[in-house]
């Protein structure tokens, strides 16, 4: 007889609902930011902010997938399932880069763009905090905790490159697949040489930086919650 899958705990359960709860009020109010300006102003200005949630979603989607199985995954399959994770981890960062569309305009105070713009970074921001955590205990419970440490600084440090990518060589996840030789080149170049590119290193150090003391924020709150 084939044995039963165990159930997951109803406290984690209850617990990831009211996560979900909160993120869509926290995307719902991103999204009327984003509708009462185009209203406004009947121009689609930050629609792509849009996009770029979705993608941050999608990373969220996958972690969450994953914790909820009901066992946990073996590492033949946790490992590549990672690996397509980390390709799109960093979406959920580069909505803060988003500040450089940043402008003036006579129809809308700046601090309201401010406030929309803020809105949408933030929720890249607790997505992917909140689906790195998700990862970071898929890795402990299967490696041990040394090594889930690791996995979240190679997470960080590849995710902050992504960025640096996505910013500045318009580069995006679909392009592993589409355009893999152009990405492949421009990476082994500025493996290869890297004081001719010292932007990519100084950007993927200090957002890897930024990111990780955020990372332990998040993380120290709610060891503070719990207690």
């Known amino acids: 007889m084939p044995v039963p899958l165990p159930l997951l ?6 617990r990831r609902l009211g996560l979900l709860l909160l993120f869509g009020a926290s995307m ?18 930050y629609v792509f902010l849009l996009w770029n949630l979705f993608l941050a979603i999608v990373p969220f989607g996958m972690s969450t997938m994953l914790g909820l199985l009901a066992r ?4 033949r399959v946790l490992l590549p399932l990672a690996a397509v994770w980390l390709v799109f981890f960093p979406n959920a960062p580069y909505i803060v880069t988003d500040f450089v569309h940043l402008n003036t305009w006579p129809e809308v105070p ?14 890249g921001l607790m997505l992917g905090f909140c689906s790195l955590q998700e990862m970071q205990r898929l890795f402990t419970r299967a490696y ?12 960080l440090l590849l995710g902050s490159l992504g960025v640096y990518f996505g910013r500045f060589l318009r580069y995006n996840s ?3 697949v589409s355009n893999p030789v152009a990405l492949a080149q421009d990476l082994l170049a ?11 290193y100084g950007v993927t150090l200090l957002l890897t930086a930024f990111l990780l003391l955020g990372y332990l924020t998040v993380r120290q709150l709610g060891h503070f919650a719990r207690e």
């Open 9 to 14: 705990s109803f406290d984690y359960m209850r």
């Open 110 to 123: 700046v601090w309201y763009d401010l406030t929309l713009i803020l809105s949408f970074a933030w929720n």
């Open 174 to 176: 679909w392009n592993v």
């Open 144 to 155: 041990g905790l040394l090594w889930g440490w690791v996995f979240v600084g190679t997470a």
């Open 190 to 200: 500025r493996f290869l040489h890297p004081f001719a590119y010292p932007g990519t």
């Open 72 to 75: 946990p995954a073996p590492p």
């Open 28 to 45: 719902a109010l991103s999204v009327a930011l984003l509708a009462f300006r185009i209203y406004l102003t009947h121009q689609v200005t």
